[in-house]
């Protein structure tokens, strides 16, 4: 163990100013446990390097398990022999990022017997990161976990770990329960999360509403945005009080409007809801005066993924409107037969997305039985490049 | 014996056993919510019920130590109830409005801001750097504590047109929203990988490995007389994918790896439809502590946001109603080859109009 | 000798000659115009002089008789002075207005409709078919006139929202305004090219047929112990690119070639950038010599359209408003998988928004 | 000679209706020529067959010429001898399609002589098409037309026959001088346009204004787009006649700004003009009472073409602003330079516009010697697979 604090003054640079310091957390942590230490020479020998001092991590886990590790190791592990190996754990958050102080302790407490003490609360895909472990310590640890009711979240090519905007626990847009569905969807393919079987990851995140606060059209392979089918809740009289203090409601409202489908005359708001998409403006803008409607249920759509290697993709309108009801079935049958296709003729690392662009959308629809409807597309095609596949069949046949 | 008792797949506790008796009653029947002050929510529901919460600031790399006097701040003052959100925040949901005040006082001495709601600037979503990445063509945590440190005042305050959401990543991995934020600051390599021939063909597949490059560069090869690869520089666009899949293939170089500045990309679908983040800064060299150079050009872009947009517009919004020359022209940044873009749908990118300012 | 006095390279006349006296006086000095009724305009110089346009339509494929027959009403009304427009219709430049009721009275006679002016469906923008071309999937001139027999009220009326701009093209090169039109009506084959493998050697360079293809579907391949190539047909897409460059691969085929239409391109600047057509009907027989259903789909959407959209939208601009579900529901047109793009960039065309009508 | 006419009853059913006829157009001229005759009867085979009876042209044309003539052959030419060979002239129109009753008898004459009496007026590109001519006819034509002030325009891998709008002699809207700059570069560039050596077609297409009624942007190669730097002229008196008569200002006019940079308060029509993108829209609406600015030029963009065989382009804007006053130097230097780049780098049939995507703009750019500037792009790249190849040079040098 390096009982020695050493001397970090590029890294000591980053504790001044008012952003609390990831400096002083790795320090908190360092005065008791002698990973932190190690970490902090190694990160501030990477702060004069200009260089990351890690390297890849191979194949380490826990048993039975193909995912929920990030093996790491040091490249100078002779000087910081305490990180030499240094692996994080994924561990599956509660729907919503919800806890108790009780259940903190208790993860703490784990992650104190087994690890740094440096967690991120949350990772990117909204695990609760535990940092730097050594090997002999995962399996010990992952026993701990679950014996306290935590599991591992996903890492490979598996089902990532879901997560879920705070949906029907506090806000009064959500259109279907988020954090139930997140739930349930999370515990029926634990299989698929712990034992990656696919060609390359795959994400599920489910937002309550157009605002999409798990930027799930961006980040997930499945992405269950929440909406409404009816009109706008509108009431009047809230509305007027806005414009009395101050909201000026032509601008700021009608005129942002995307399909300008809003009229205001100074004493009532009329909406075109024939024509309104759902966008959660005007509501954003006027939470007291209106509601979205309450025929309510999810838009589902598929593959968005960050650039690598095809380039980043936004995900694609699959269900323009589904109702939320466990158990999901829709939403399983859903993903099971883009499973099914993908599983059997994606390439290795590529993201559903990018696999429904090389097949093509329309070819990919037919093979997971969903009708083509026009929301699937922006427009429609404008290259006369078209396959008339079945043409050709019918005179086969013939 | 103890293998048996070994417990695998039980997934995430149920979410149900955390939420507070004033969420388990109100579920899904939240009527309106208001924002009192920078940080403060109040959700109030169908039945008159009222849900305060108080949104603080993180670095989001968290010693137990800090995890610990959290919970003692919920047991003080709700009940130890609280969560976390989508960008890193914790939140203390109060049912009694006293204890706002109370909570913001020890939050502020603990060093944790309390902010981050409405028309502010949130916590930077990020990823690992040289915390934890061997890809990270910079570190994570120090640029992002060194931009917040001077936009903290766009934290404590409300004071924005929209919404303003940076997101940072180390590699063109992009691991978080870099690829669609209002202002992004990304780690991007710029040398090609430099080829570990001796230990290649140990550690990597060589069909993976040529099959892993986007734009094809590499080529299945022999190394003294061994299999191994090579690249053709002329069309390595320094990505690090094949970096990602083999170990042999180095990317890092310390002299020649920086940062790029982004701008104008959006998740939510107010208004204007999702959009991606556009290159505005390609290179910045890695400057730490501190990195000044990104930090500047951070802030240069957000004040002149802060003056130019209308109410609710987003970056990206503002940029579509001034157009690309205008917003080169109110920062001062210059427009440069590499920011056309030249890679698969390239074209579609080309100004098809002559919709111009004069 | 007689070789020596050959003129070449002398260029088209200059238009100077053709010019009206009162167009060179009042040349780059027009003040404004007006469209006193369809299919006349009167232009108004700074000077305060006049000009008459008085337009009419015809089937752009016309005999010397009939441009003999315009030459002598120009003599006649104009002093000579006529021109023709960029959509094939014929424009005589009146100084006199009490000559505009006599000459649109002998075009009447003549069987040239006056009109195509304002907000009004103007000569269809046309190619060769069966009259010339060798790869025409339809007629282009009998399209066309069936089509103008039916949208003639629009000519000579300005009864629509905005302009109607129509093309025609009979294959896929698209000789003409297909790409960017309110509707175009496009000819297109269904069937891979049947190989002349006899006569492939001898007419064609395989290595030029070969990368003619987009899809990468041909491939060399000997026939009879013959240099050759060979069709993947499940990669054809029946563009006829080999065909344009290679007579051997014939790709015209009387059972299965027919028509598509298209809608909502345009070219001007005017409010929305320029856009392209998009496909609606991907397929419809040929049905010679009046092409019923045809003309039947063309008048559907011109019908709907003018029923829906607002003045001075563009077909466009009208589905661009109501959305494209919105519009396929109006027409009655069936929404199939070969309207979703699967091309280059056809991911760029996939709806990544939740914005939609419920 | 086919003396007799035959019957057609299939295109006797395209004699009806109110549209004017191209079958009986072909009538007239059958009356006296028997090429005519041949090609109804050949056009009524085509409607019983349903399918074209021409084969491909093959390599006609005149002495010393690349292009201006387009072979064609029928496919039964014991049954239609008179077209056994019915090749097309392009004839390149006057600039505008200008002409008076002389020039046009003279023409005809001209043809009357030589081919089948048919005429396109005009081609899609703009040439007066003269419809079908035997091979040895195809001299003494073109002799024919030289000596009456005519030349043939283009065809295959050559600079095609430019057009241009109407323009200043009659438009009001013209920025510049269409007529003028179209006839100046079509006799700069006769070389050009007479001997292929191109690597494929080359297009200029010249429109006074941004209403651009010659298609320049979704047509042409080069694309010359008439606009203004300064205010939009505005006459007050006039607007308000407008408003008075019926147009409804607020939602016909300001509502339909595509950058929303007018206000109209009932009397005063005021303009942003910095925020005007010359749309045009505004004065199109109001003629008598809005006018282009006074300081006049050109957008020069590049690159459009229909869809054969990547895909359809449209224009890319390359200069913002021109100044357009002969001889045009800036214009001509700028096509130069792209043919010099193109004519050496770009492959057989591959269009600039192609070219400029294969390569990349910003390579294209450099290669022509024109600096990269903002309003090329209707934004930045969104992918950050970025070629830093500058830096990779400067380190090689040091
Ligand atoms: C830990 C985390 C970043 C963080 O600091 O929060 C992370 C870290 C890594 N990501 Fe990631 N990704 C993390 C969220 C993401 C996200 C965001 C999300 O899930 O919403 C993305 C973008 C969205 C997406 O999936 O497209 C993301 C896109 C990638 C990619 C891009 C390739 C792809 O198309 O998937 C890679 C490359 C790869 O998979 O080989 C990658 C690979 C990696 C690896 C495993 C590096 C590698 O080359 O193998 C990183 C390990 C770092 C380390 O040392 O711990 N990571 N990664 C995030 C996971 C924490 C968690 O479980 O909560
Ligand atoms: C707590 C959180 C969800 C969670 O489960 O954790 C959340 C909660 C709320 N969001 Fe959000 N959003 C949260 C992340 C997001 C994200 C995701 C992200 O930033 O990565 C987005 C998409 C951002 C984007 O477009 O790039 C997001 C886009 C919105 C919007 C749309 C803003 C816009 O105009 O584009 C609203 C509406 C608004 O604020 O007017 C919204 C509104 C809200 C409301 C007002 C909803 C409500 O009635 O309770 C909540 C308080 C907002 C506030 O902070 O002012 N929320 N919200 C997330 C807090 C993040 C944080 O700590 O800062
Ligand atoms: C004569 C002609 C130019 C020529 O040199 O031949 C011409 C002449 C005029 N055009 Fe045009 N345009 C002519 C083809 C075009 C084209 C090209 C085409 O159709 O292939 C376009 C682009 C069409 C498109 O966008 O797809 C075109 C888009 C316009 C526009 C913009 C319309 C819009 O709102 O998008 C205007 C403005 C207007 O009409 O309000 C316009 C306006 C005009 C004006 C009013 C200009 C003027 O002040 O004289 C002229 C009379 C228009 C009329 O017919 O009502 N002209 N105009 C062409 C007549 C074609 C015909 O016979 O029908
Ligand atoms: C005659 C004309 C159509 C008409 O009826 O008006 C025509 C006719 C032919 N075009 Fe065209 N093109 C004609 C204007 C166009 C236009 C419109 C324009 O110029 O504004 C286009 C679209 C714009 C463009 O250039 O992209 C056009 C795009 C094509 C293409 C598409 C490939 C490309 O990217 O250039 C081909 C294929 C080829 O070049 O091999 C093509 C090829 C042909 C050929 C030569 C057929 C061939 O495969 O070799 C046609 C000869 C028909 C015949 O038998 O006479 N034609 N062609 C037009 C020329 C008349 C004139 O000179 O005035
Ligand atoms: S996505 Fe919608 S429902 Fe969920 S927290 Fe955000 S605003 Fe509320
Ligand atoms: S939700 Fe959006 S689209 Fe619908 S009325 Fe409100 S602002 Fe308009
Ligand atoms: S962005 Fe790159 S360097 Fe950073 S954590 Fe993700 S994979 Fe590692
Ligand atoms: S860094 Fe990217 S582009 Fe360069 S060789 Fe590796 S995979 Fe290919
Ligand atoms: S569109 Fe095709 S078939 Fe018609 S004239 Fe042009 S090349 Fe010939
Ligand atoms: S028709 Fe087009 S796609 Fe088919 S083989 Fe010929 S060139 Fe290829
Ligand atoms: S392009 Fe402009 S200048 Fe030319 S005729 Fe059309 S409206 Fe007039
Ligand atoms: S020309 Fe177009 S952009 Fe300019 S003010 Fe008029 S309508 Fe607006």
Chains 1, 4 share one sequence.
């Not at chain 1, 599956?92 to 991120?120: A, K, V």
């Not at chain 1, 009109?231 to 101050?246: M, T």
């Not at chain 2, 915390?131 to 990270?136: E, Q």
């Not at chain 2, 502590?289 to 872009?301: D, F, L, Q, T, Y």
Request: include cysteine.
């Amino acid at each position: 163990m390096s009982e020695k604090k050493r001397a970090t003054p590029l890294l000591d640079e980053l504790k001044k100013g008012p952003w609390p310091s990831f400096v002083r957390e790795i320090e908190k942590s360092a005065e008791t446990n002698a990973m932190a230490r190690d970490t902090l020479g190694q990160v501030e020998r990477s702060y004069e390097d200009k260089i990351s001092h890690w390297k890849h991590g191979g194949l380490v886990g826990v048993m039975g398990y193909g995912g929920g590790i990030i093996g790491r190791y040091s490249d100078l592990p002779e000087e910081y022999p305490e990180v030499a190996a240094f692996h994080t754990y994924r561990v599956n958050q509660p729907s919503g990022w919800f806890y108790t102080s009780d259940i903190l302790r208790t993860l703490c407490d784990i992650w104190e017997r087994h690890g740094s003490g440096l967690t991120n609360m949350h990772g990117s895909t909204g695990d609760i990161i535990f940092l730097g472990s050594k090997t002999e310590e995962l399996e010990p640890c992952f026993r701990d976990l679950t014996e306290h009711g935590f599991d591992l979240g996903g890492s490979g090519s598996d089902v990532r770990t879901p997560s879920a905007c705070v949906g029907p626990a506090r806000c009064e847009w959500a259109c279907y329960d988020t954090l139930d569905a997140c739930n349930d969807i999370t515990h029926t393919y634990q299989d698929e999360l712990h034992r990656p079987a696919f060609p390359y990851k795959f994400k599920f995140k489910f937002s309550g509403c157009p605002n999409d606060c798990v930027a799930s059209i961006a980040r997930s392979d499945m992405s269950v945005i929440g909406v409404w089918k009816d009109n706008i809740q509108i009431d009047q009289e809230k509305v007027r009080e806005y414009a009395a203090n101050g909201t000026d409601i032509e601008h700021e409202v009608c005129q942002m409007c995307p399909t300008q489908c809003m009229a205001w005359d100074g004493t009532k708001l009329t909406i075109d809801n024939a024509n309104c998409v759902k966008c959660m403006h005007c509501i954003n803008v006027m939470p007291k005066a209106l509601r979205p409607g309450k025929e309510r249920g999810a838009t589902i759509l598929i593959g968005a993924k960050a650039p690598i290697i095809g380039g980043a993709l936004l995900a694609t309108v699959f269900v323009p409107f589904l109702e939320m009801k466990p158990p999901y079935d829709d939403i399983k049958e859903l993903a099971e037969a883009i499973w099914d296709f993908w599983g059997e003729y994606g390439k290795n690392r590529e993201r559903v997305g990018e696999f429904i662009q090389r097949v093509g959308l329309g070819n990919f629809l037919e093979e997971i039985g969903l009708d083509p409807i026009p929301e699937m597309v922006a427009h429609p095609r404008t290259n006369p490049y078209i396959f008339f596949e079945d043409e050709l069949e019918e005179e086969e046949d013939a | 014996m103890a293998v048996a008792e070994r417990k695998t797949d039980i997934g995430p506790p149920d979410f149900h056993q955390f939420l507070a008796p004033i969420i388990k009653k109100n579920y899904g029947k939240w009527a309106y919510h208001e924002i009192p002050e920078p940080g403060v929510m109040v959700h109030v529901a169908e039945s008159g019920d009222k849900l305060y919460t108080v949104r603080a600031g993180t670095p989001r790399l968290l010693s137990i130590v800090t995890i610990r006097a959290f919970a003692d701040l919920a047991d003080t003052y709700c009940d130890g109830y609280l969560r976390w959100t989508s960008r890193h925040n914790v939140e203390f949901l109060l049912t009694k409005k006293e204890n706002i005040e109370p909570l913001k006082a020890d939050l502020h001495k603990m060093g944790f801001p309390v902010g981050g709601t409405g028309n502010s600037i949130s916590s930077i979503v990020h990823t690992q750097g040289w915390v934890h990445c061997h890809s990270s063509a910079t570190d994570a945590s120090g640029v992002v504590k060194s931009i917040m440190d001077e936009l903290y005042p766009h934290f404590v305050n409300m004071d924005l047109p929209a919404k303003l959401r940076i997101a940072f990543a180390c590699c063109l991995n992009m691991c978080g929203a870099v690829h669609c934020s209002d202002i992004s600051v990304l780690g991007l390599h710029r040398k090609p990988p430099r080829i570990d021939h001796e230990n290649l063909p140990k550690l990597c597949e060589i069909p993976t490995l040529v099959s892993s490059c986007p734009t094809g560069a590499i080529r299945p090869a022999t190394w003294e007389g061994d299999p191994s690869v090579e690249v053709d520089e002329s069309q390595c666009m320094f990505c690090g994918n094949c970096y990602t899949v083999c170990p042999a293939m180095q990317i890092n170089n310390a002299e020649t790896d920086g940062i790029s500045i982004w701008v104008g990309g959006k998740v939510s679908n107010a208004r204007h439809t999702p959009m991606f983040s556009k290159l505005v800064i390609p290179f910045i060299p890695n400057n730490p502590p501190r990195w000044p150079e990104v930090v500047e050009a951070v802030v240069n872009i957000v004040n002149v946001y802060a003056k130019h947009a209308r109410k609710h517009e987003r970056v990206g919004e503002w940029i579509e109603r001034i157009g690309w020359p205008q917003f080169f022209k109110l920062t001062g940044i210059p427009f440069t080859k590499y920011h056309i873009d030249d890679f698969k749908h390239a074209g579609e990118t080309y100004m098809r109009t002559t919709q111009l300012r004069h």
